[in-house]
């Protein structure tokens, strides 16, 4: 201001001295007030000039720099210039936190939607658009509440109290199974709310199936409970002669078996859960294993037909299996304990132990018994099912076999086929990976 001030006053100066010299001769006052006057009209020409241009720049708001010198208005489009790269700095940092926090949110499992305070959608994410079927682009700025027309979820948004979830059906595309969502609506800021959905799908299933778990194992021991109710009140009321007490007794523990039985085939599946998976530098000689099935077969066949079956052992090649011994055996008996149960007496059941091509190892049970129609193959390692349900509890059967043999195989890395043609027989393989099998006893170290 100062030099401004400095150059303006000095102009002045100069022009009345040079108006007062070149009319020294008529009227010095009236020449110098002239001068000092025209200089002042020059100086102020100039200086709106450069604030005209400095306006123009401002008004055209181009990147392009306009160049007005020192002084005031040098300065002030400097300023000004310094003031907009700094504005422009903190646009771009905004804009990348902005683009780094979406980011986030579409990086997340969840479905994320932002809604107005007029309940309509200003952002979604991909998992919101594959849960509600919506599209990013096109549903914006439409009301929530009119595309995803679920009842519930209507009945949610309707009674404004989101302290809860709400599960609704997904309208997921491109996936045939149902899949069930856990949605909750949260409200922030002046009206606005964040709308979270979750995929409950496993979440249900696993509920579902623990009930029917509950379900499945107290109505098994419910069974053998109430008739074991029934026997001891009979004792306890009746005067029962030694014969009809010893017949009873008998019964009792029949029922008293089956319960426990069962128990322990839960007390394997849980274990097979729980526990760690399986040595791999545990070695088991298989001869054994077979030796122990099939005494304990034939020691089953005697109790239930009264006689030895027409069991065949094989081993071929095969020296060990890594893994727990355990486990193996109660994979390896199962099955030949539901062949010895579904085949009758005078059938044939041949059980083989044999090395494959590329050293892995086949397991199987091929037995000529009542054979299993292909509707129920797929099901037959589910917890419970049964296709002969009687003949199963006949038997002795918990319905839990072919479960505890899918799990001990699935942990060995072993996979378990099941081949049947009703009224022929069937064939249940286990094949164990080669990293699991010895062929050889003499290898061993
Ligand atoms: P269970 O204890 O009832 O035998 P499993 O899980 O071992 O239970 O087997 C499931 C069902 O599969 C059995 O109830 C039976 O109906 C059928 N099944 C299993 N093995 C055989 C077989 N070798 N022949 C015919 N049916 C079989």
């Known amino acids: 201001m100062f030099w401004r001030l400095l150059t303006f006053f000095t102009g002045q100066a100069a022009g009345a001295s040079l108006g007062w010299w070149m009319t020294l001769e008529s009227d010095a006052l009236a020449g110098a007030l002239l001068g000092a006057l025209l200089v002042g009209y020059v100086w102020l020409i100039l200086d709106m000039t450069r604030g005209v241009r400095m306006l123009r720049w401002l008004r055209a708001d181009t990147e392009r720099d306009v160049a007005l010198g020192s002084g005031l208005w040098g300065e002030a489009s400097e300023r000004i210039r310094r003031l907009v ?3 422009d ?11 780094d926090f979406l980011a986030a949110l579409q990086a997340s499992p969840n479905g994320v939607v932002l809604l107005n305070d007029q309940g309509q959608i200003e952002w979604l994410n991909r998992t919101a658009c594959d849960h509600f079927g919506l599209d990013a682009r096109r549903d914006v700025m439409q009301h929530l509440g009119n595309l995803v027309r679920d009842p519930a979820f209507a009945t949610y948004l309707a009674a404004k109290d989101f302290r809860e979830e709400v599960t609704i059906p997904a309208r997921q595309s491109g996936t045939s199974k149902p899949l069930k969502l856990s949605v909750q609506l949260h409200p922030y800021g002046e009206g606005r709310s964040l709308l979270l959905s979750r995929d409950v799908t496993a979440l249900e299933q696993a509920d579902a199936m623990r009930r029917d778990f509950v379900a499945n194992v107290s109505h098994e021991i419910r069974t053998p409970l109430t008739v074991l109710a029934g026997f001891v009140e009979t004792m306890q009321t009746l005067d029962l002669t030694e014969d009809e007490r010893g017949r009873y007794l008998e019964l009792m ?3 008293a078996q089956r319960m426990q ?3 322990n085939d839960l007390l394997t599946l849980s274990r097979l859960e729980g526990s760690p998976p399986p040595p791999s530098n545990e070695w088991i000689d298989v001869g054994p294993l077979l030796l122990q099935c099939e005494q304990d077969g034939q020691a089953l066949a005697s109790l239930l037909w009264n006689r030895a079956h027409n069991l065949h052992f094989d081993i071929v090649g095969v020296g060990a299996i890594a893994g727990a011994s355990n486990e193996l055996y109660s994979a390896l008996f199962n099955l030949v304990s539901n062949a010895i149960r579904y085949t009758p007496v005078q059938q044939r059941i041949d059980v083989v132990f044999r090395l494959l091509p590329g050293g892995t190892a086949e397991f199987s049970v091929i037995d000529s018994g009542s054979g299993i129609a292909p509707e129920h193959l797929p099901r037959l390692t589910e917890r419970f099912y049964r296709v002969d349900r009687s003949r199963s509890r006949e ?4 319905g839990l076999g072919l479960a505890i043999v899918k799990h001990v195989a699935q942990r060995h890395g072993a996979e378990l086929t ?3 043609v009703p009224g022929k027989g069937s064939t249940f393989r286990i094949v164990f990976p080669a ?3 010895h062929p050889i ?3 061993l170290v």
């Not at 700095?89 to 683009?99: F, M």
């Open 253 to 255: 523990a029949q029922q």
């Open 85 to 87: 790269r700094a504005r």
């Open 441 to 443: 006893l003499q290898q």
């Open 435 to 437: 990293n699991r099998v």
């Open 395 to 398: 038997t002795g059967g918990t």
């Open 418 to 420: 099941i081949e049947s």
């Open 89 to 99: 700095k903190l646009v771009y940092q905004s804009e990348g936190r902005l683009h």
């Open 261 to 263: 039985t069962l128990v």
